[in-house]
């Protein structure tokens, strides 16, 4: 990619050689109104409006990619014309209903109908019957939409669940002489509008998706709306509090939408929450699981001195990484002065595996982020289910495959038919849990750079290779002589006679032969099917960039420091670039700041879990907490930048700070520890105050800061082999939430209404025993839990998951760290 | 036009009132009030109260017993008003007259309402705040909120006359027929029908 230079309205602008002249031109504050066109998803040219003129030629500013030298003009006689009749279109039979509607005062339709002028109508068309349909969480109404099939290009382009597709309207066809009479664009839009509506992928009347919601964040009309939404509040009476989401790792940047609650209670409550839907997806949890807030609480006393005694005679503090990069720092200064041991195993096994890793990387974090991942063209993941791990990262996977035609292989125990239904260019290899280090000697074997690893490593990859014979049936194209009779008439004698003729043609025929190929054994030992190598050869076609995604399986795998140094090796010696995902929220925050303990002491307090005295933001607890939605602070996102959040409700009661100042430490806010934050090796000394919290009209993320990464001292690049025998067989839990849980945090809320249990895949269950709502007890070799069994068409194959966001379920106890484990499965 | 744009006092009728001067001394100041009580002015007016007295010619009228007609353009407490042809109210709860509130004394809570439509659940004004300035009537798109004629507010308490089905017209007076639509701020004016353009329908 070179930047060219090309002139909007006399405007020189530099970009990108290939940029759509739409995102050039945005990127530089030239309007080019455009409906249909998501940043980031491919061109849908639906709305045909972002017309322009490139070198005299009239192109679709949002598909044309800019040439150097190029000259546009946005506005011509004929391009006006074109955009009043298709504003003109649009608002055909579409109902003045504005009064009712959710979207009035954001409507994109009210909008360009006032920005393009609209103020009489040439066009009709009879209408069709176009009533509401009830999908679930969403709410559509036919009569409302105009088909820009924003949603559609979402679901496909971000979300990668395909639920959407547009359908058959049955409606007449447009009269004759609007062909003649209108503009040549605006009646094609019009022509292929009026044909369809949008309906489910899946034929019923009920979406079954992974509900993020984001079809509806980026319907420009209220044809699409959130059911919880509707009806409430009228967009501008809505004040937008920007946040940061804190319920996973990923850190997207929300707006929580807030107003009084009712006539009667002049309390802030929050109505929906809204995100910058051209650069940043929600999942739906973000966008649905926001009454999380620690209610009604006031200061009480008696427990705050209580709290202080229970700090004076503790010695361990045991927390969770939903809490901030404040509140991580104050546990740190407190267990400096008070010599705490702070507790929390699932960030202390992500810090011990960056530290591993970094032993060989000589970096303290991994290389890349989500957004590179995005831009990538071949995605490897290993060791997490990604779409419940970290929902942003799988729409960088969809992304990659759909809009950059990338491929990518999906490493995992547990089969996923969402990560399946992506892209027909990605491989799901459900290997053996325990086999992550297989897993990744093969990516080593695949794509390193053979001539500057370790000679040992080569040796022990080439190892795993040997030739074989192999029959293979060839179809060759042979000669056929044959000898057919005719009839012909014999020219001296003029009569007819049968003659012999010999014809040729080429006819297929099909050989064996045998042949030696490379076998290689780390492919079998996976599991994978013989034709792994020709499928990979077709995925690896035109890839350029390539991007692997770990996640937390490896952390806690008795083998992680081995892994760990095996994903370095990977970052080192190949292209790809790495992206690990943290456990949880503000996991990376905390394995920066914190010295965490791998034992507790006698005597604890509990923040958000449990301990002999506990602080919590779930009210739950000895001593109220807010939440991540009631206070200022900052997280620590996947992406490495450290993310502003604001309070969006008021809180009454006593914070983390008010219990540190009582123990001695003197500072008025949280926030004021924002800038103390410098002292952290990666983080930058930033008043919270001064934190940006914005995206660039050309898309750049400007939140926060950067975590810096710094160098490191390396040891060698010595690996461990890989002990074959190490896997796990027979019946198989696996700890993972439902699509939109994560934590208590997400359980609490009123809109996310999946139920914990025993998830079972729909078709495991059916060839089971056992019925979906029964009772079952599973017993591994740490513990043993009872619980109902959900039937979940959001995952496939045998492996039995537990959910971890209810802690009542402690499924935790049945594992040994990491997150598969054998068990048994019997009736109660 | 012209002769109002003519601002030349020197011609055109002006002249100067012939004022006497003030009085500057006391004397001067005594003899005024001497002249003023005996010239018998007084006794001019008395003569005009007594002779409309005589005649029964009263101008004056016996609030509250009496009360004069209010004009159709007043603005006094609001009303919301209903549908002709349901009965039901006319307010759609679109939130428009809460927004152009200039003294921000409307507040509405909307929800929806078991047969999917936009309820809304709560209305007030609060009257101690409200200027009585017009815009919710004249934003109204559906003429629901309008000013109405009761001008009386006085009262022990602060909520009277704004909760929602106090300002709804009652059902009896639809029953009779008799609503009253508001001809002030936000009616339709005159011969709209013919100013507005046509949208074409295939029907």
Known sequence: MSNVVINIDGKEIETQEGEFILNAARANDIFIPAICYLTRCSPTLACRICLVEADGKQVYACNAKAKDGMNITTSTENIEKEKRAIMEVYDVNHPLQCGVCDQSGECELQNYTLEIGVDSQNYTVKDVDRSSHDWGHLHYDPGLCIVCERCVTACKDMIGDNSLKTIARGADALEAEFKESMPKDAYAMWNKLNKSVIGLTNGTDVLDCTSCGEC???????????????????????????????????????????????????????????NEWNYVSLCGAGRYGFDYENRDVVKDEVAFSNAIEAFKKADTINFTSTITNEEAYILEKLKDKFGYKLVNEEARSFQTFLKDYSEVSGTTLYGSDLKESMNSNFIVTVGTAIKT???????????????????????????????????????????????????????????????KLPTDIVEYLASFHSMKTVTVTETIKEKVVTVVKEMKVNEETGEEEEVEVEKSKMAPKKVSKEVEVDDNRLISMLGMKDDFNEVLAKFMKKKDSFSLIVGPDLYNHPNSKNLARLVALVEKYSKFELVMIPTLTNTLGVALINELSCEAGSNSIGYNTKGDFVLSALGDGDLDMPAINQQEGTLTSINKRVNPTNAALSYGGYTLNDIANALGLSVENTIDYTLELGNVT?????????????????????RGFGLTSTSVATTDDSVEKIDEALM???????????????????????????????????????KSEYSAGESVKVKTANGELTAKIISDNKIAGNIVVLPTFDSKLNSEALVDGYRFATASIQKV | MEQFNNRNVAEGGYYLVDIEDYPTDGWGKFKRVVKRSFKGELFVGLWVVLREMIRFDIHTISYPEEKMPIGPRYRAIHEMKRLWESDTERCIGCGLCEKICISDCIRMD??????????????????????????????????????????????????????????????????????????????????????VKKTPLSY
């Open chain 1, 389 to 451: 791990d970290n929902p942003n990262a799988r729409y960088s996977l969809n992304n990659s495959l759909t809009v950059n035609k990338g491929a990518a292989l999906y490493f995992h125990p547990v089969a996923d038919p969402v990560v399946d239904g992506m892209s027909k260019n990605i491989l799901s290899i459900n290997h053996k849990p325990l086999q992550e280090e297989t897993a990744l000697y093969l990516i080593l074997d695949l794509f390193a750079d053979k001539s």
């Open chain 1, 216 to 274: 509806a964040a980026v319907c420009p009309v209220g044809a699409l709306v959130d059911t919880q939404f509707m009806y409430k509040s009228n967009a501008w009476e809505l004040t937008q509090i920007p946040a940061t989401c804190s319920h996973c790792s990923a850190g997207c940047q929300i707006s929580y939408d807030v107003k009084h609650t009712s006539i009667e209670n002049p309390e802030d409550k929050i109505y929906r929450v809204m």
């Open chain 1, 728 to 766: 796990l067989e027979n019946d198989i839990i696996y700890l993972a939430n439902p699509v939109r849980q994560f934590t208590d945090f997400t359980k609490v809320t009123t809109n996310l209404d999946e139920e914990s249990g025993i998830y079972m895949s729909a078709e495991a269950l059916e």
């Open chain 1, 682 to 702: 990666g983080f930058e000394a930033i008043a919270f105050d001064d934190l940006p919290d914005y995206y660039t009209n050309a898309g750049e993320e400007i």
């Open chain 2, 110 to 195: 909307t929800k929806i309402d078991e047969e999917s439509r936009k309820e809304v659940s709560e209305y007030t004004i609060n009257l101690g705040r409200c200027i009585f300035c017009g815009y919710c009537a004249e934003v109204c798109p559906e003429l629901a909120i309008t000013h109405g004629g009761e001008y009386e507010n006085a009262s022990d308490q602060r909520e009277h006359f704004v909760e929602y089905a106090d300002m709804l017209t009652p059902l009896d007076t639809m029953k009779a027929n008799a609503q009253k639509e508001f001809d002030g701020f936000g009616a339709i004016t005159p011969h709209e029908d013919e100013r």
